[in-house]
């Protein structure tokens, strides 16, 4: 992880699979963190959280976490792996 600092502002980054990741320069002390989670369990804000109301809309939401992120990279490895035991298997029989 580094750090850049310029102006007043500190960014705070990293290198994920080649890319560039920002990090939320926020420093939160203690009381600020109390205050925060006691004025969220105030709001309740899961309790007016919206999904998807249609059967389309679900389908597409149900959807989105196999297009994005680490499981696509996983899937990948997966992918690559079984074609290779399948060649395997073919030099067996």
């Not at 989105?64 to 060649?87: C, F, H």
């Amino acid at each position: 992880m580094g750090a850049y600092s310029a102006e007043n502002s500190t960014f705070y980054f990293y290198i994920f699979r080649g890319t560039l990741q920002i990090m939320s320069a926020r420093k939160w002390t203690l009381v600020q963190r109390l205050r925060q989670s006691e004025a969220i369990r105030r709001w309740k804000p899961w309790e007016s959280s919206t999904g998807a109301k249609t059967e389309k809309g679900k389908a597409i939401s149900s959807k989105k976490a196999t297009k994005t992120g680490d499981s696509v990279y996983v899937r990948g490895l997966i992918k690559q792996m079984n074609r290779i035991l399948k060649e395997q298997r073919g030099l067996f029989n």
